[in-house]
């Protein structure tokens, strides 16, 4: 059975940092495509950040430069460092697993940033 748990998230002010981890079971996140996406409340899910099997990363636009996704094989887990967090950035974060014809979604963490 797979299992994505997020954690990291909390309350944050605006300028600070967060470092959220999606830790895998069931699922080698080195040989999938691991993406966090985003949800704010009454709006839909977002794409944020992606890493390949292969390590390609990628960013939606409103986060280049302020977020980095990481992947650590030894622990099965994928990062998200945050930085330079801005009131628009407060959603429910979630990790997103797809290996062949599995997609895989976290209960998302939360993370909420003050002005």
């Known amino acids: 059975q797979v299992q994505l748990v997020e954690s990291g998230g909390g309350l944050v002010q605006a300028g600070g940092s967060l470092r959220l981890s999606c830790a895998a079971s069931?699922?080698?996140?080195?040989?999938?495509?691991v993406g966090w996406y985003r949800q704010a409340t009454g709006k839909q899910r977002l794409f944020v950040a992606h890493?390949?099997?292969?390590?390609?990363?990628s960013y939606a636009d409103s986060v280049k430069g302020r977020f980095t996704i990481s992947r650590d094989n030894a622990r099965n887990t994928v990062y998200l460092q945050m930085n330079s967090l801005k009131p628009d950035d407060t959603a429910v974060y979630y990790c997103?697993?797809?290996?062949?014809?599995?997609?895989?979604w976290g209960k998302g963490t939360l993370v909420t940033v003050d002005s």
């Open positions: 069931g699922i080698s996140l080195n040989i999938s495509n």
């Open positions: 890493i390949n099997s292969g390590g390609y990363t």
């Open positions: 997103n697993a797809v290996r062949g014809s599995g997609t895989y």
